[in-house]
T-cell receptor, first 113, second 116 residues
Framework: DQQVKQNSPSLSVQEGRISILNCDYTNSMFDYFLWYKKYPAEGPTFLISISSIKDKNEDGRFTVFLNKSAKHLSLHIVPSQPGDSAVYFCAASDPGGYNKLIFGAGTRLAVHP | NAGVMQNPRHLVRRRGQEARLRCSPMKGHSHVYWYRQLPEEGLKFMVYLQKENIIDESGMPKERFSAEFPKEGPSILRIQQVVRGDSAAYFC??????????????FGQGTRLTVV
């Protein structure tokens, strides 16, 4: 039972343009979401998060949008840079009371010049 | 302030051998989570430990896998009698306080286990 889904395994974007990565979830009890970025042979690094009491959170070039009614969130990167090329994981914080994370399968972003 | 340290980075084991993966959390962190990433998949939760206690092992296979986090020393994920299907990247994450839900967990660089 996949509770967090990233349906696009890959995305290719030109440098300077917007990258939009999407994520869907099924459990309405999820109330906190995070995006992690992962380079090959490294561990995931935290990028940005959003609580379910908000519909938008912004940090520099990164913005996460949350649509609770659709159980959908998206990560926008503007402008995209070649260094953004990585795998991006969407994760939900398990409502059980501690920092257990439920990850999507990831989207591989390639930003080309 | 050193990050989460995992070792070894790469581990090759023959079928039937034991694999031991180590994780030292960030300084001041007493909560450790282990995740497994199979090829082309996301990270899957395995176990959550605090010092000397297993809090949630709902993601651990029932047999051959065990984890500990002793009072002194790193957390250990132990896989007995490894099989080819155990080949994966194993990541450890730590956090300072379980009550602070949703804050970022800090991940180590992972151990890539290959079973031949």
């Amino acid at each position: 039972d996949q509770q967090v889904k990233q349906n696009s395994p890959s995305l290719s974007v030109q440098e300077g343009r917007i990258s939009i990565l999407n994520c869907d979830y099924t459990n309405s009890m999820f109330d906190y979401f995070l995006w992690y970025k992962k380079y090959p042979a490294e561990g995931p690094t935290f990028l940005i998060s959003i609580s379910s009491i908000k519909d938008k959170n912004e940090d520099g070039r990164f913005t996460v949008f949350l649509n609770k009614s659709a159980k959908h969130l998206s990560l926008h990167i503007v402008p995209s840079q070649p260094g953004d090329s990585a795998v991006y994981f969407c994760a939900a914080s398990d409502p059980g009371g501690y920092n257990k994370l439920i990850f999507g399968a990831g989207t591989r972003l390639a930003v080309h010049p | 302030n050193a990050g989460v340290m995992q070792n070894p980075r790469h581990l090759v084991r023959r079928r039937g051998q034991e694999a031991r993966l180590r994780c030292s959390p960030m300084k001041g962190h007493s909560h450790v989570y282990w995740y497994r990433q199979l090829p082309e998949e996301g990270l899957k939760f395995m176990v959550y430990l605090q010092k000397e206690n297993i809090i949630d092992e709902s993601g651990m296979p029932k047999e051959r896998f065990s984890a500990e986090f002793p009072k002194e020393g790193p957390s250990i994920l132990r896989i007995q009698q490894v099989v080819r299907g155990d080949s994966a990247a194993y990541f450890c994450a730590s956090s300072p306080d379980y009550r602070v839900r949703g804050t970022e967990a800090f991940f180590g660089q992972g151990t890539r286990l290959t079973v031949v």
